[in-house]
């Protein structure tokens, strides 16, 4: 199975801020990476796919970058309803695997 | 409107049996493949496994701590997808969610959008 490590596990930041998190695969994936945000008591919503690529409704301030087995996800300008926590997952093979999530906290 | 709703969680004894539902409208269920994740209280995410269409031979694959004992089926007809967990472990106490592959070009997909999940508690 491909491992996902995401980094930090936590992070406290303010409104305004820009935010990085990083996630490393065990093994190339190329890009096959999406992130995920979910908000408590909440399901996760997509937010990157192919591992830079922004599905429809998500806000421009989200960024993603890497291939093979660095990736990152960028939030420009945070804002107060980006307090949540976000995962990264590969689809490069079965099993699916995601990372162990990134809570980014008020400061 | 996309919507999955799942139903079935409860309370059930370690060794036991449970099935869940997953009722989807909104968009072609036959046409999409369809995925469980769950999530332990406090934890991240972990994917059960999932279900492909009619025209991928309702292939199915699993996560490595299910197989073997989970298994997942789905009724085109009733637009439902199902969980058949089997032999519950205590650590399978988890919040658990359908979810909808959308396909990209290039072999690039994501789940979206996610049921609001339902609880399995596993417990004597």
Redesign the interface.
Known sequence: ?IQMTQSPSSLSASVGDRVTITCRASQSIS??L?W?Q?KPGK????LI??AS?L?SGVPSRFSGSGSGSDFTLTISNLQPEDFAVY?C?Q?YS????????TKVETK | EVQLVESGGRLVQPGGSLKLSCAASGFTFSGSAMHWVRQASGKGLEWVGRIRSKTNNYATAYGGSVKGRFSISRDDSRNTVYLQMNSLKTEDTAVYYCTRHVAYIGDWYVFDPWGQGTLVTVSS
């Not at chain 1, 399901?43 to 997509?46: E, I, L, Q, W």
């Open positions: 199975d890009t096959y999406s995920y979910q399901a996760p919503t997509v796919y192919a690529s599905p995962y997952r689809s079965v099993p699916v695997t995601f990372g162990g999530g």
